[in-house]
């Protein structure tokens, strides 16, 4: 007959096999049917309940059972009592399980759903995506997460040649690879983003080989070759059908071959090779008789003006046919063209093509610039070749800036420009982006050059030969649109003039002679960060400022910071200062340290675009308004400057806001991308009558002259006698500072009220 004890025990053992039997089963009953968590938390009380009083019932019912044992049987009592608790406790972790269940149910429901459909709403899929799958290990069965997933995933086929590649993938920041099987692979999770933003990256393992590719990448590659990558080299996979452009050029869906690209410019010691050796008047080196710009030129011609500052054979700066003292290890400049095919062809090497210079650049398949802000770009001096400070994605150093690289591809039809790209270590930032084309026969201080030799197969057709062409756009015969039309257009730009709210700040650290003003304010439109700005200004007393609004090249997009705004017009602008004109630099929206939606100042013709434009124009327009509020200010006398994208955007603002005297702009011209009508610079132009002064060079490859200088001039809407446009025969896209100041001077000197 069983004891107190004994039935205590059958009971406790009873209860935990059924709850082990039967809350299983409900949790998937109720998961199937979509039961409310609700109805599960109720049963569990229950169960509880009846747990606490079936327990007391037994108890009760032994409590009065003998209290004398022989000894044996209080030993036999002492193991039933841990057996109790036990038990107990194994009850306990049951029903604390299934809670825990409902109440991470409940937090699910509560706060990481909600969290999760905000960040896709706010575009962060990311961040929603990584939440999701770790939720989806607890909660396997959950419909709406897997609805979410849906929502913020795509589906990504990686293939390769050869087959049987070992790929892993990591997503976003996560530290760990994972490793998802060999190629092909036609069915990966990846987050749904667009690849500038870091969502995931892919490993390739093939033989002792590996290869990371940038974030974001994905298709189908071409890896043969990998193994005959030379020392010095990167490799870089072919693909196909490619999607690549510059800013203003689109060069379509290309399909390309795997290569090798070097990851140093060509130096100094290494072209010195070249020079000495004796096949260096080889012509079969050498790819002419070829006419250029309608004169034909000749091997025997051309080898005589390749010569340094003696006569002598090499490099435009060399003497004596020896490059300068202790610069062996700096890339070789002021070579032509023909100069660096020459050598390429002498290393048994190519010059990169347009396209492979893209690819190994990491430009032109997104609108997001790589990290440049370690290049030698807007430098004074050259880097040596193999300095690591600009090492990009692929391990190339010094592939933004440093000297300007020649590619294969001429510049429209004929010979007469061929392809120069990533800026020299003169150039702005925006050098980098932008596609430049130069004379074969240019022998300027930042040419140089770098090689690329082919792996693995070729491509059927050569890229080397194709032209590039910009986007093709007849400004000139383009109708304008009635002034009532436009004034719809105008009214975009309006807003309520309530109070500016201006808090201004000295900034330190400058000459004493100078004044550094930093303002904020409320911005014009709604819902957004305050406008700010910087005025520099020497102390001249008893005399009011005159204001120069400036409007920065393209760079201020792809940088974060301003704080570099100060020093750059200290450096640059100092002879407005000396002469007591007043710089004032309000930070636009999208630029510097506001908040960006533009990722290029190239138009297109979304609606993010149109709207960062007409913020753009609210900035200005409020500036003038602080300017005019401020009693040492001649308000009469505001004008404007702009370079590059800020001449661009002079079609624009100087059309809204009547209240500029006077404008200087340089290299400029209107864009040839399209952007909405509502805010096309062809449009605005024509209704523009400040009196304005643009010095150009005639060849820019931003603006070129025909297509974009000339329609700038011949539809600007001030008159005649308030124009004045310069262009400079043998210059591109940078003015010499001499010319600049004494034009822009005089300019204003022309039009100031005194």
Known sequence: MLNASNKYLQFMVGTVAFLFTFLPGLDWAFKKYDVPDSYFNGVLALLFFAYIAGAAFVVYRNRGQKKSQKSSEKSKSKRFAVGYIALTGVLLVLFLYYFSKEKS????LTESLPRIAAAIDDGHNMQAFLEIKSLLQVHPENQILKHYLEKSTRFIEVTSVPSDVAVHVKYGSDSTWVHLGATP??????????????PFQLRFEIADNALLLPPGDSGKFDLTGIEETPTGYAFMPGRDAKTMWFPGIDLGRISYGPFAISKTEVSNTEYQAFVNHDDYKNSKYWDFPVTINGTEHTFEQALRTFSGKFGKPGPANWSYGSFPVDQGDFPVTGISWFEARAYARFRNMQLPNVYQWLVAARLGQNFILPDIQNSNLKSAYLREVDDPADMNFHGLMNIAGNVKEWATNPHGDGFDRLSILGGAYYDNSYNFNDYYSASPLDRSIGNGMRLVKLVGRETPESLDDIPVTHVQ??????????DEVFEVYRTQFDYTPYPLDVDIEMVPGHPA???????EMLPPYENDEPLHGYIIYRKEPKRKLKPVIIFPGAGSIYTDTDADIVSWHMKHTDYLLREGYAIVHPVYFSTYNRRKTLSTWWANESEQYRDSIVKIGKDFRRTIDY????KDIDARNITYQGFSWGSLMSNTLLAIDPRVRSAFVCVGGLQLPRAQRAIDPALFIRRVRTPIMHITGKLDGIFEYES??????KLLGTPKKDQKMIVLEDVGHGIPRDTIIVNHLAWLKKYELR
């Open 473 to 482: 756009r007849d400004i000139l015969s383009e109708s304008d649109v009635s």
């Open 513 to 519: 002679d100078y004044v550094v003003e930093r303002f």
């Open 708 to 713: 974009s200088q000339i329609p700038m001039q």
């Open 105 to 108: 149910s409940d937090l699910l």
């Open 627 to 630: 300017l005019e509020q401020r």
């Open 185 to 198: 692979l036609d069915s990966i999770a990846v987050p749904l983003v667009s690849w500038d933003k870091d």
